[in-house]
């Protein structure tokens, strides 16, 4: 019987800081028959078990899209014992990942829709698979709407792609600090998430919202999305509850009778809103 | 001096009485102390914050749990004034915590109850009672009487063991560490780990291994009782609770009989004398430090 | 045909078990307390007790266990080694458990085998056969009649044995009945069994009749649908101290944590038994805990057992041993507090009916 | 048979012993160096933690040296460790830990002649007493422990 507990093993192809203390991993799959395997099953919004073996396991989501098939990548903050040894891993090491576990966002159900992405600080790279997902499959969809938000500029996650989508034609980006996080040279908003959505105020009609960030920047966006007339069902989220196996079975991710490693990560709105505030 | 059974009755009934008051008056928010168990025989811990409901508290040998953890507890902070019944051993721990500032005095009323001692049989630590009349109190049931002090017969089994050879008492201890699944009751069950992030929850190193394994079990309860030096009350709330029967008691009175031997200090006898490690004087001497 | 042993046969049995490639763990002394643990002499099998200290789950969920081991030679050369089945899962016969503990295994399979397969649980209860003894007695802390089990119920185990009449002094025959495929190969190729159906002893049928339902599960369930909000769990769940002793002496309780142990070049990533009446259990690294207070988690204990099991798998996670209330510091009792979770929904016939 | 190298580390205060370690150096003092010196801020930071890991580790020996009685960095510290230590030693008699592993020391910037002595008769007495082999025997199997040199924070 397999052992479901047994991570593939990955080596880090690439490894970007972020910021300070963020870093994102590109990781190839030593074993070509794990890595198809892996994209015969991974959808947009999985998440898996990232570890540095003597170390433990960290849940992050999978941050690269299901059309990109060469690699996975992944977006951390180290605060833990494990993402502070991961982070101490240079390009060639070799970690463990276990996954894709979860559910995923339905992208198939929103083709023709506008979607509009709403992020916060490290809350991003969940997303970003998610816009990578649409960018690929640009012609899918219609208008794409980026609100992005970090404390400060050197928050910020991705900026090099951040550029990159700026420059495209197709995508409305708009990026923001918090009032005193700004540079000299800071050429964004500044304001915090929620009311800079409100002022870009995107159109409810056909268009599918994705929010992710702290919960306090949650807490403030629901009702600007309620002000601009989107109902929860057109809302998704994704959440995170700490995790050990992943799999359904060591019992602490669940809100109310709801698995959030089986069940979600990904969230409507409206299903959310009937949980349990466990989360 | 035995208290006699109109003499509980009476304590009781004055202890009912003064818990309905103050609730009542709203001095205090809630009442603990001790009711009667689900399981018959057993006393139990009884939250009262209706004066209508005082009836419940009862006081007698089967009140064994030392009530005084409960008062770390963020639900019973978040209730207001706490109103307590405490046995001399509960009152140490208050005096203890007190001194560490886990509260104020002023935060809480404590009903004193003389004790002679809890368990049927008596248990072992109460027969070297050092507080049978509570050394702190609002107010005080029952006529004081005099403490029993140390008594060698709680020594016994420690002498015991200190006469048996380094490695018997190895093989003694690991195999009775062994046993342990470290479900962590001792923990919970004593009123000096107030810590709000124990050091084996702590895994930046991991100085604790959390694995119920030989090395785990040994290393946790050795870092358990050294924690509780000069603190702990030998109030026997850990070995209670524990359900593998490991006899935690023992370190503990160890411990506690070293701090006396060396320090002349026993814990929680009052709320202003620092303990022993976490003070010195100048001119001791040690012989094992060359 | 039916079949007895007489427990001046059981080291014959023990015997035979060995030379069969078995091993026997039963209940014995350690120190103070009761627990499963390798029998080789009839004589250290201690069968006298209500109930064992400790569940013989371990010999399922190990309370602690490598699922892995790795050795590196250098950051980029890992390699990975998984326990083998026989190293982790020999045969073994749970002798002499009691139904409630027989059970526990056979609910817990349905979370070990929901979509992904945890082989360390499967494996066990593979080659793992549980002879359990019916009751003769009970103690106030007993409820398996009020979770659909009872003194001589046979879910999970592969052999029963039921106390016969017949006994003198320290000596008892037992009728026994296999079960399962498993139990009657077990018998076939072990000695000491009987032909013979000696009477049942009539303290079984006392112990059940005695042993009321005292709460009713579905309407248990019924009020956790709605009951998360109830105030009735931070005024119940005051006394609780948030120790683990309840779920760790649990048959049921199977939640675990993964930890690593180990340096640079080689360790093992273990998994461990858990408890969700701590903390820790839930926190996340930034500090936030979805489940902050102690009435939180003993909400998930019981909403674990009495709903979110029952809804996943129609089994209630529970088989009414009684140890949680057994052990508890504080006299938490598990049915006492379904007994007035049962008055609660007497109570409120309408709210529930409302939804 | 290979000689037996005793594994043991000593936890050292930086303003004394490790001043004094450093002088029996510079004087060209001979002394064997089976040990791991592992420098602290002063004995007052030693937390009984450390000894426990070190043992943990497979250590056979652990020899704690600081600041003598008066003369502390910080004032005060080593009369906080003097006290910790005389209970410690106690429990760990106790409950069964080889004393004989443990050595305390006041060492004094100027003493290197009494660093290089005590060093020497550290590690003799480790050497002589073998592996730590009761200790080592709960040590879970095929498991290196982590290293108590990195990761502290």
């Known amino acids: 019987m397999e052992n479901i507990y047994c991570p593939s093993l990955l080596k880090i192809q690439d490894l970007t800081w972020e910021t300070p203390d963020t870093t994102s991993f590109r990781l190839t799959f030593n074993d070509n028959s794990e890595r198809e395997e892996f994209f015969s099953l991974y959808k947009v919004g999985q998440f898996g078990e990232f570890s540095a073996f003597g170390h433990g396991e960290s849940t992050f989501c999978v941050a690269s899209p299901p059309t990109r098939k060469d690699y996975i990548e992944c977006t951390f903050r180290a605060v833990g014992r494990n993402t502070k040894a991961l982070q101490a891993l240079n390009e060639g090491d070799t970690i463990g990942f276990r996954g894709p576990y979860g559910n995923s966002f339905p992208i198939d159900d929103w083709k023709g829709k506008n979607i509009l992405f709403i992020a916060g600080g490290i809350a991003l790279p969940p997303l970003r698979a998610v816009i990578l997902n649409v960018l690929d499959r640009r012609s899918e969809f219609a208008d794409v709407t980026i609100v992005y938000g970090a404390r400060t500029v050197s928050d910020l996650v991705y900026k090099m792609e951040l550029q990159e989508w700026e420059a495209r034609n197709d995508v409305n980006i708009v990026t923001t600090v918090d009032p005193g996080g700004e540079t000299e040279d800071w050429t964004g908003k500044i304001g915090f998430v929620p009311t800079v959505l409100d002022e870009v105020a995107p159109s409810n009609e056909n268009t599918i919202a994705l929010i992710c960030g702290p919960p306090i920047m949650i807490k403030f966006t629901f009702p600007v999305l309620d002000k601009l007339g989107f109902s929860k069902n057109q809302i998704f989220t994704t959440l995170e509850n700490r995790m050990k196996c992943g799999l359904g079975k060591c019992g602490r991710c669940n809100v109310g009778g709801t698995y959030v490693c089986k069940d979600g990560p990904v969230f409507r709105a409206d299903v959310l809103a009937e949980l349990p505030a466990e989360y | ?290 | 045909m039916a079949l007895s042993i007489h427990s001046d046969d059981f080291q014959t049995l023990l015997d035979s078990l060995r030379e069969a490639g078995y091993r026997c763990v039963g209940p014995a002394r350690d120190g103070t307390i009761t627990k499963f643990k390798p029998i080789e002499q009839a004589g250290d099998l201690f069968l006298d007790e209500i109930l064992t200290t400790v569940s013989p789950k371990e010999f399922f969920l190990a309370e602690h266990e490598a699922i892995l081991s790795y050795r590196m030679k250098g950051k980029s050369d890992i390699e990975l080694t998984t326990p083998s089945k026989e190293e982790y899962a020999p045969p073994t016969l749970v002798f002499g458990c009691r139904p409630c503990d027989a059970a526990g295994p056979d609910i817990v399979k349905s979370v070990m085998t929901w979509d992904y397969d945890d082989r360390f649980f499967l494996d066990r209860a593979d080659s793992t056969v549980i002879a359990a003894i019916a009751c003769v007695e009970a103690d106030e802390a007993c409820f398996c009649t009020s979770v659909e089990l009872a003194p001589d119920s046979q879910t999970g185990a592969d052999i029963l044995l039921i106390p016969s009449s017949n006994s003198t002094g320290d000596t008892q025959e037992y009728s026994v009945t296999a079960i399962t495929e498993k139990g009657r190969k077990l018998i076939d190729s072990t000695k000491g069994w009987k032909d013979g159906n000696p009477e049942r002893a009539s303290a079984i049928d006392e112990v059940k009749s005695n042993l009321k339902p005292s709460f009713d599960p579905a309407k248990v369930r019924e009020w956790l649908d709605n009951g998360f909000d109830h105030e009735w769990w931070n005024t119940a769940t005051l006394s609780c101290i948030g120790c683990g002793t309840c779920t760790y002496t649990c048959p049921t309780c199977h939640c675990f944590d993964i930890v690593d142990e180990g340096g640079q070049s080689e360790g093992v990533r273990v998994k461990n038994w858990d408890s969700c009446m701590m903390s820790l259990f839930t926190l996340h690294t930034s500090g936030h805990n979805p489940r902050p207070l102690k009435s939180n988690r003993f909400r998930q204990r019981i909403m674990h057992k009495f709903k979110y099991y029952p809804d996943l798998f129609e089994r209630i996670l529970c088989t009414g041993c009684g140890r949680c209330q057994r052990h508890c510091p504080v006299d938490m009792a598990l049915k006492g507090l379904l007994e007035q979770i049962g008055r609660l929904a007497a109570e409120t016939p309408d709210q529930v009916a409302a939804g | 048979m290979a000689e037996f190298h005793p594994k043991t580390f000593a936890f050292l205060c930086n303003w004394c012993t490790y001043t004094g370690a450093d002088l029996a150096g510079t004087s060209r003092m001979l002394y064997p160096a089976d040990f791991r010196v592992i420098k602290v801020p002063c004995t007052g930071r030693i937390d009984m933690e450390f000894i426990i890991k070190a043992f943990e580790q497979g250590a056979d020996g652990v020899w704690v040296s600081g600041c003598h009685i008066g003369d502390c960095h910080y004032n005060t510290g080593n009369y906080y460790a003097q006290r910790r230590w005389t209970i410690f030693r106690q429990e760990l008699a106790f409950l069964g830990i080889d004393l004989r592993r443990l050595k305390f020391t006041w060492i004094s910037a100027a003493e290197g002649r009494k660093f290089a002595d005590e060093a020497a008769e550290f590690v003799n007495r480790i050497t002589q007493l073998g592996p730590y082999n009761e200790f080592q025997s709960i040590l879970p199997e095929n498991r290196e422990v982590e290293s108590i040199l990195g990761g502290v924070s």
């Open chain 2, 1 to 290: 001096m035995v208290i006699s059974e109109a003499d509980t009755t009476k304590i009781v009934n004055s202890l009912r009485v003064r818990a309905k008051e103050l609730l009542e008056s709203g001095e205090v928010k809630v009442i603990i102390g001790y009711g009667e168990g689900y399981t018959k025989g057993k006393a139990v811990p009884v939250f009262i914050t209706d004066p209508g409901k005082t009836d419940q508290l009862i006081f007698d040998a089967r009140c064994v749990n030392n009530l005084s953890m409960y008062l770390k507890h963020a639900e019973i902070k978040a209730m207001g004034k706490v109103g307590i019944v405490a046995k001399g051993c509960d009152a140490r721990a208050i005096n203890v915590l007190i001194l560490e500032s886990q509260f104020k005095r002023e935060d809480i009323f404590i009903l004193g109850v003389v004790c002679e001692g809890v368990g049927d049989p008596i248990e072992e630590q109460c027969k070297s009672c050092v507080a049978n009349t509570p050394p702190v109190y609002d107010e005080l049931f029952g006529e004081p009487i005099e403490n029993q002090g140390w008594n060698d017969e709680t020594f016994a089994k420690i002498e015991e063991l200190e006469s048996m050879t380094q490695s018997e008492l190895w093989n003694f201890w690991v195999k009775e560490f062994d046993r342990c699944i470290k479900c962590y009751a001792c923990r919970e069950a004593c009123p000096m780990c107030t810590c709000t992030r124990c050091i084996t929850d702590k895994n930046q190193p991991q100085w604790v291994p959390t694995s119920p394994h030989s090395d785990g079990n040994y290393h946790w309860n050795l870092t358990r009782a050294f924690h509780l030096v000069g603190r702990c009350v030998g109030c026997n709330s850990c070995e209670r609770a524990c359900p593998m029967d490991i006899p935690l008691s023992l370190v503990n009175w160890k411990l506690i009989k070293a701090v006396h031997d060396e320090y002349e200090f026993i814990a929680g006898m009052d709320a202003e004398t620092a303990p022993p490690l976490a003070t010195y004087t100048e001119g001791e001497e040690t012989d094992f430090i060359k």
